[in-house]
């Protein structure tokens, strides 16, 4: 390469600086493209979830690909040929309805352009705006195989398309047929169960009065649409409801349209629910739609495909529902059967394409049958071939599969993958892989083709196929799919587990038959990851206005300060709260990293290969065996994390040990060393001086490669700086090897030793900020153990505490009686004292520790309240809960060192 990623080192972290170029490294380095010819390598496949061809970043996407792509370095480092396949979806209703609008500002209208005029319009708007978050991945550091990019329109996938719809038709698992769709009115287009919402609104619902042909008793029905009457076609009672069980067979007269309707008994109906009669409207009701069809009632459709009322209401063809809803009460309130209205709120079904309401409507559809497709999709789970995280994930794919309905698959739209179906002159359908020319003989009746199928395939028929097509199928001989097919892991959302997930995996088994059936799976760990709330518990969305633009949020703190925030905060199987102050953490993260980092690299200048030798590690000094044994089982913890794609719990260990660890402790006993080195130049302090560089040298290097799948654009600007002899000819960190195991370096004595230190320290430092003792002024100190082998151990670091507690002697022992006039607090296995000096005015010291105590008392009865509240408990966060019992715990703490130091002083 003959440009390398070499930083300035400055004083502190500009992501500006490095992110655009580093990046330009990366895929300059051809690593993010592996082979397609076999290797000895072992293969690891992602497939990314194409996002919307209209879309553009959001923090849903921000999260998903940050975990997508720690998954892929760490894989890469690991020594896999790693693919992440990008791509974009053709989102079929979505962008057909972004191209109409903008047509609308120009003044022109799709259907005066015709079919090929508006498709190449759309094409036009998607080369212009199709790429722009794929785009704004790189600013993220998504390392996909960009060469390998695919569009769900693009020929291979057209392709592919038509073989699976050609096949499925072939085998008689599709069909066309009459059903009661969800029709969006606005769109006017079918839209499937799993593209509908239901929302809580405010409505009315008003009660009708029906005459009982031959009597003259009436029938009460409520409903929320009163001009869906016009489409009744029966009245249903329980059969067992005592008040209708004479009317049970006879008619009643349906007001406006003067029809004679029949009551009908069915087991449905709740008899205690309102007046226990309903209104049967097979045409605009589901749940009507099963009563009609288990007592053979007739169906009556009265919407137009705009949602204007049909010729089928006489007086009230053509008016939009809402005034047909207000003119059907006036007219039944003129004939006297109108009973009331009452305001209520319920549920309404909304269009998730155009957020409008959905009206059942009888419309010929395609569909495609689920039920002989679903069997294997289930076994995948139950026999392990499919593993879903978090785990619980894995009944909500399986009770939608045991329920599975017949998918319609037709759209009433002209962008998307044309339904490959042609009719002769007597409407014979004929489906056809290859195009078929308008005139030609139908293949089976001879007779000349007239049209091709007008509708399009709903916008999952082609991305059901996306593991598979994506890598050349149904070219048998790709070598692509060969290479790459199954696929490792599959992160997305759970709200197209339905929609995507399950389709993908019944696609898999169904046309990747060349494979053993244990390989058709096409995916072996699928994902679900949280969905991101703003600071409220909100879902963001553009409506609400609550969402935060990635892309400003990367330009403001950095991506490697998005990536990481979003994966600190985001625990696994919980909904991530999220405001834009919470980025400061991944920012105040990667400037520790940075000035850390720095500091090491600034002492190893001038040192040579052999200066950054560790000596065998049983001769290494205690703080030395610590960090090394910290940093093999951070390693370790890690590795595993990464594995079982807990991102959170490897963040969080990455946060630990670098801040607390490697910085607040290793780094800072390693200055007493370099700087003894400067004031005393003799042998020992030189050599004690080397060991710790090499020591400092090999932890930042090892460091740096753990971090980077988290945090790459500041890591791989540190790693150019690193000397070439810790880098061992890996140019490029994103191509270095994952930091090997060192198990020797795990040393259980060690962690114990330097952990009761810490306490030790912890403990001088305590009552340092309890005595108000300046921070520049050494002290003496005395350390009580209780075991004289816990004493010896702090006997032989009795220097490395010293510089810690910042004290001028310690005197180190154990039993003995407890000095006077001091101040203490207590350690794992003993105690600290601090004089007081000479000069301290004991009744102000014992003044102000009562005030302390006041105050640590209030914190403790604040929280102890909040743990005691069963509201706080149920609605609160669970890591909010947990840090506010640490918290608890600290205070008690506290509050027991405060009461030890009163008592000396009584």
């Not at 029938?219 to 249903?236: I, K, Q, S």
């Not at 540190?718 to 061992?728: E, I």
Request: proline letters at 5%; charged letters at 25%.
């Amino acid at each position: 390469m003959t440009e390398t990623a070499e930083p300035q080192l400055s004083s502190r972290y500009t992501p500006a600086e490095f992110e655009q170029r580093l990046y330009a490294l990366w895929e300059q380095s051809g690593l993010f493209s592996p082979p397609a010819e076999p290797s000895d390598k072992p293969t690891f496949t992602v497939m990314m979830p194409p996002p919307n061809v209209t879309g553009v970043l959001h923090m849903g996407h921000a999260l998903n690909n940050t975990m997508q792509d720690i998954v892929v370095r760490h894989r890469r480092m690991l020594g896999y040929d790693v693919l992440w396949m990008p791509g974009t979806d053709h989102a079929g209703i979505a962008t057909q309805a972004v191209v109409e609008r903008k047509l609308a500002a120009e003044g022109r209208e799709r259907k005066e352009m015709g079919r090929e005029a508006f498709t190449e319009e759309v094409w036009q708007w998607r080369k212009h705006h199709g790429d722009v978050i794929l785009q704004q991945l790189k600013r993220l550091g998504a390392t996909c195989d960009w060469s390998r990019t695919k569009f769900t329109l693009d020929p291979g996938m057209a392709q592919a398309v038509r073989v699976a719809f050609v096949r499925l038709w072939e085998q008689g698992l599709i069909y066309r047929g009459a059903r009661l769709v969800n029709w969006d009115c606005k769109l006017m287009t079918a839209v499937s169960d799993d593209e509908i919402e239901h929302v809580p609104r405010k409505g009315q619902i008003w009660t009708l009065r029906y005459p009982v042909e031959g009597s003259e008793e009436t029938l009460c029905v409520a409903t929320t649409r009163p001009e869906t009457m016009l489409g009744d076609t029966g009245v249903a009672v329980h059969p067992e409801d005592t008040r209708y069980q004479h009317l049970i067979g006879k008619t009643v007269l349906l007001p406006l349209c003067n029809r004679a309707i029949p009551i009908v008994a069915d087991d449905s109906v709740d008899p205690e629910y309102g007046t226990g009669v309903v209104k049967v409207t097979p045409g605009h009701d589901p749940a009507d739609y099963e009563r009609g069809t288990r007592h053979q009632l007739p169906i009556i459709n009265i919407l137009n495909q705009d949602g204007t009322l049909n010729e089928e209401c006489g007086e009230f063809a053509g008016m939009t529902r809402e005034r047909a809803r207000e003119a059907v009460i006036q007219a039944l309130d003129a004939q006297g059967l109108f009973v009331g209205v009452e305001d209520i709120t319920h549920n309404v079904t909304i269009s998730d394409r155009s957020k409008t309401v959905i009206e059942p409507l009888i419309s010929e559809q395609w569909f495609v049958k689920m039920s002989e497709l679903a069997p294997p999709a289930m076994e995948a789970v139950k026999n392990g071939s499919l593993q879903f995280k978090p785990e619980r994930w894995t009944k909500v794919y399986l009770d939608w599969l045991e329920n599975v309905q017949d998918w319609c698959i037709s759209r009433q739209l002209w962008w998307g993958h044309r339904i490959p179906v042609w009719y002769d002159e007597d409407q014979v359908p004929v489906a056809s892989v290859e195009d078929l020319k308008l005139g030609d003989p139908h293949p089976q009746t001879g007779k000349p083709l007239v049209r091709q199928d007008e509708d399009v395939l709903d916008t999952w028929g082609s991305s059901w196929l996306w593991p598979f097509a994506t890598l050349g199928w149904p070219d048998s001989d790709s070598p692509e799919l060969a290479r790459f097919y199954p696929t490792q892991f599959l992160s997305t959302a759970r709200d197209i587990i339905y929609l995507w997930v399950a389709r993908m995996v019944m696609a898999g088994y169904a046309f990747m038959d060349q494979l053993p059936a244990a390989q058709r799976c096409p995916f072996s760990t699928c994902f679900i990851h949280a969905t991101v709330l703003d600071g409220q518990g909100r879902r963001m969305s553009k409506s609400a206005g609550n969402g935060i633009d990635p892309v400003a949020m990367i330009e403001k703190y950095g991506a490697d300060a998005v990536r990481y925030s979003l994966m600190i905060l985001t625990r696994e199987g919980q909904d991530v709260k999220l405001a834009e102050n919470r980025f400061e953490l991944g920012q105040r993260f990667c400037n520790k990293i940075w000035n850390v980092a720095r500091f090491v690299l600034q002492n190893l200048e001038g040192s040579c290969e052999e200066d950054l030798q560790l000596p065998a590690v049983e001769q290494l000094p205690l703080e030395d065996r610590w960090i090394l044994s910290r940093q093999q089982a951070m390693l370790e913890e890690v590795g595993s994390c990464l594995q079982e794609y807990q991102f959170h719990d490897a963040a969080q260990a990455l946060y630990r040990f670098t801040w607390d660890d490697f910085c607040d402790w290793y780094v800072e006993s390693a200055k007493r060393r370099l700087w003894a080195e400067e004031d005393e130049k003799d042998a020992k302090s030189v050599e004690s001086a080397r060991v710790a560089r090499a020591t400092l040298a090999t932890v930042l290097v090892r460091l740096l490669k753990v971090l980077h799948p988290f945090t790459p654009y500041l890591t791989e600007a540190l790693w150019a700086l690193v000397p070439a002899s810790l880098r061992q000819g890996e140019e490029l960190l994103m191509g270095a090897s994952w930091p090997q195991s060192q198990p020797q370096w795990q040393d259980e004595k060690a962690e114990s030793e330097f952990a009761q230190l810490q306490d030790a320290v912890r403990a001088l430092r305590n009552v340092r900020a309890l005595l108000e003792v300046p921070a520049a002024e050494h002290v003496a100190a005395t350390l009580l153990c209780a075991e004289e082998s816990d004493a010896k151990n702090l006997a032989r670091q009795k220097e490395l505490v010293q510089f810690f507690a910042r004290l001028s002697r310690l005197e180190v022992g154990h039993g003995g009686d407890k000095p006077k006039r001091c101040g203490t607090d207590i350690f794992r296995g003993g105690a600290v004292f601090l004089p007081f000096a000479a000069e301290t005015d004991l009744a102000k010291l014992q003044a102000s520790l009562n005030k302390k105590m006041q105050k640590v008392e209030k914190g403790v009865r604040a929280i102890e309240g909040k743990l005691g509240n069963e509201k706080f408990l149920a609605h609160a966060d669970p890591e909010v809960v947990e840090s506010e019992r640490l918290r608890l715990q600290d205070l008690h703490t506290e509050l027991q060192t405060l009461k030890a130091n009163l008592a000396g002083l009584a």
